[in-house]
């Protein structure tokens, strides 16, 4: 079980995020996974009982691409079934660890769930965008609609 308190890290390319414990989250690793090998956004699949939930494989500005240096896939809670990033690397990381500073991104919305990030981490000479998990969420349906 997941601890409220902590961050996951994702890791796209050269660029870390940031997403909240509280989205509720499946680790998946890559061979456990079905690779698509043919057209579409999705790069992987996760087989839930018969039903697939896509990953989306992204570039470092949430792009969707086809690389095949990702190791594992989170997959997101959502409705009608989970959604997922294809990641280089993943690490839980504790509040304590972090500071985040929330702030509200400037313009127009990109989700009809809000805008994808709620606040950033900066660290050293670093900063860590931080999703906000319901527009991340609709940010990746969107992908698989797009399809």
């Known amino acids: 079980m997941v ?4 961050f996951l890290r994702l890791q796209l390319g050269k660029v870390s995020y940031l997403l ?15 690779t698509n090998k043919s057209a579409g956004n999705a790069v992987a699949w996760r087989d839930v009982r018969g039903k697939r939930w896509p990953a ?3 570039d470092s500005d949430l792009r969707v691409v086809h690389h095949q240096n ?14 997922g990033i294809a990641v280089d690397e993943v690490q839980l990381l504790s509040r304590t ?7 509200t991104p400037i313009g127009l ?8 990030f709620s606040g950033a981490w900066v660290t050293g000479n670093r ?3 931080v999703f906000e998990p319901k527009a ?6 969107s992908l698989e609609d797009a399809a």
Do not use: K, M
Request: hydrophobic share 50%; proline share 7%.
């Open 56 to 58: 989306f494989c992204l």
């Open 70 to 83: 990702w190791h594992r896939a989170v997959f997101l809670e959502a409705i009608p079934h989970a959604v």
């Open 109 to 116: 919305a990109p989700t009809r769930q809000g805008h994808l």
């Open 136 to 141: 991340f969420v609709a940010y990746l349906q």
């Open 20 to 34: 909240s414990s509280i989205a509720g989250f499946t680790i998946e690793q890559r061979e456990s996974l079905i």
């Open 97 to 103: 660890e972090t500071v985040i500073s929330p702030f």
């Open 127 to 129: 900063v860590v965008l």
């Open 3 to 6: 601890d409220p308190n902590q």
